[in-house]
């Protein structure tokens, strides 16, 4: 590490000392960008579920109240990251060793360890938010369960003997027994995070592979895009939990600079997915399901139709929006193809040549009421 030397720099400090101060005041910076993120994701997620709260009033109830609940935990952890970066750096300038050795060896302050608690805590809402969304879009039993649940209630076991360690008189982060605790701690959050996302991004590749082998390779689906992958496997959040872990396991000062920042990136992550729910782009086992029978379908390349006295098979090879459907009785109506087209189909397709095959009610019978399709 190069030697600081200005002239109107901190006097009395080490470099380490001064390097301290460095990562302090820009991971606060830093902090509070990722505040005004979390704040205006919020707002979105509110506008939108709000609009649903009469169509689907359970489900959007629950999520408005983890929203708000998350958002009310970053505010709170926001406001004491404020609050301490004034009292180290204005309130007690002079401390020996310099604000961020303040910040340090008296991580302990009462409004603080309130702090420590919000944010701690607030990981139970991470990672609980990701073990119900692989078990959503995964559809997995109980025995797939069994692990992430267990890391999970470790993970919460953990953190409660880390908090009791911070909020104590003299607890921080940085002395052998307190890292001890945030290692097992972060280590089996990041497991958990680990473990799901491995499970859910290779359970969307499966997916992206049978859509493209069906449907070409140039067939895109909003389900099983690259920041579908990122987004529904927490990867911000996985990523920036790691980055403060590996410093604090080498005690190195770097992992000061994402200690402030984690918090509001923990909120930010679900808060991410559950736009996503509100657009109602997120996977849901009903989306899953949905894309893969369409998979089935556009492989067969038919449609086949119930209640009609047999189960015949109609199967078409194009699909014409130009033309509009005929609706009265006893005519034609051109039937709408899944099979995709090839560039060659495409153009011929441009130049006028149909490949609509027109079905005639009169041939088929209109089904009666109570008929189905399949």
């Known amino acids: ?185 972060w280590s089996t959050s990041i497991a958990i995070n680990v473990i799901l996302t491995l499970g859910i991004v290779g359970f969307l590749l499966y997916m992206r592979l049978r859509v493209r082998h069906a449907l070409g390779k140039h067939y895109n689906s909003m389900y099983i895009t690259i920041s579908t992958m990122l987004i529904e496997s927490v990867f911000l959040y996985t990523a920036f939990a790691l980055a403060f872990l590996v410093p604090l396991a080498r005690n190195n000062e770097v992992n000061l600079l994402f200690l402030q920042v984690l918090p509001q990136i923990q909120f930010i992550a679900p808060l991410l997915i559950i736009l996503r729910v509100a657009q109602g782009r997120a996977l849901t086992r009903k989306s899953v399901d949905e894309t893969l029978q369409s998979v089935s379908n556009s492989a067969g390349g038919s449609l086949r139709f119930g209640g009609l006295g047999s189960n015949t098979t109609y199967t078409s090879t194009t699909l014409n929006l130009d033309k509009e459907p005929v609706q009265q009785p006893g005519q034609s109506v051109e039937m709408l193809a899944f099979r995709p087209m090839g560039k060659e189909q495409e153009t011929a397709a441009n130049d006028g040549v149909q490949g609509v095959v027109t079905v005639r009610l009169g041939e088929m019978g209109v089904p009666q009421r109570g008929d189905s399709e399949e």
């Open 1 to 185: 590490m190069p030697p600081y030397n200005f002239p109107q720099g901190p006097v009395n400090e080490t470099n380490a000392q001064i390097f301290a101060d460095i990562m302090d005041i820009n991971a606060a910076d830093i902090s509070f960008v990722a505040y005004g993120v979390l704040a205006t994701l919020y707002f979105l997620c509110l506008t939108l579920l709000w609009e649903e709260r009469h169509k689907k009033p359970k489900a959007t109830w629950v999520w408005i109240t983890y929203i708000t609940v998350v958002f009310i935990y970053g505010t709170i952890g926001n406001g004491v990251n404020m609050f301490l970066n004034q009292d180290a750096f204005v309130d007690h300038r002079s401390y020996p060793g310099g604000p961020g050795q303040f910040e340090i060896e008296q991580y302990a302050l009462t409004y603080n360890a309130v702090g420590t608690v919000v944010v701690t805590s607030g990981t139970w809402f991470t990672d609980g938010l990701m073990i119900y969304r692989f078990y959503t879009i995964l559809g997995a039993t109980w025995w797939i369960m069994v692990v992430p649940v267990a890391l999970y209630v470790t993970s919460i076991v953990m953190s409660i003997l880390l908090m009791h360690q911070l909020v104590s008189p003299g607890g921080t982060f940085w002395v052998p027994e307190s890292i001890n605790f945030a290692l097992v701690y």
